[in-house]
């Protein structure tokens, strides 16, 4: 037998529940997964890595879009497979009989119930849409193609 | 009769030219359809298929 230095993988698992908290705080309490969400932002925007937090700041603005964007689906619990904890949300995320002239490129999933803390941040082609459907389809959920990936 | 939604409402698909298109890249594979009432796009759909996630790598780093 031999030891071997890593990133235990239940660890990584139990980073995308919230198991544990190296800090004072902040605390969690309730048992219940929090709400995520999916905002737009125009192409001339600047989204990134830096990114803490949603804001309003640049995001699109159109006809039947709700500032904030649209709620991820989640009725999927995260997962570990081999080494790598995985998360994807459980349906596509869909804005409908939407109007967004300006050019857009990116969404940022944050998470409204923990003050709107960023998560992640997904970019794609620049695109309008005009009285339609813009959908953005989820990978696969496993530890290969799922949307969240501690590996 | 297919409707389609359009910035005049929804009207009779047959009334209107469409183009589709597709593109896909190492990020992406995205689908459109566009509808024209001559000259004027009353109609845009996009679907994105994200291919690349977000991944974070987990290290530890020596004891020293």
Known sequence: ?151 | MALVQTTHGAMDESLLEKKEGTFEDDNEITTWVEYWLGSELVHRSAHVTLKKNVLTEGITQMIS
């Not at chain 1, 309490?29 to 700041?57: H, V």
């Not at chain 1, 879009?65 to 790598?84: D, E, K």
């Not at chain 1, 995320?93 to 939407?98: L, P, Q, R």
């Open chain 1, 1 to 151: 037998m031999a030891n071997t230095q890593a990133m235990c993988t239940s660890f990584k698992g139990e980073l995308l529940t919230a198991t544990h908290n190296f800090g004072a705080s902040p605390t969690r309490a309730g048992s219940t997964a929090d709400t995520f969400k999916a905002a737009l932002y125009l192409a001339s925007a600047t989204i990134n890595a830096s990114t803490t937090a949603y804001s309003a700041t640049n995001e699109v603005t159109g006809t039947n879009y709700t500032a904030g964007g649209a709620t991820v689906t989640n009725a999927t619990a995260p997962a570990t497979s081999g080494t790598t904890a995985y998360w994807t949300p459980s349906a596509s995320i869909t804005y409908t009989n939407v109007t967004l002239s300006t050019a857009f490129d990116t969404m940022l999933m944050y998470n409204s119930t923990q003050s709107n803390k960023a998560v992640a941040v997904y970019t794609f082609g620049s695109q309008t849409i005009t009285a339609g459907t813009f959908t953005l389809t989820m990978p696969t959920n496993d530890a290969t193609t799922g949307l969240l990936r501690l590996a």
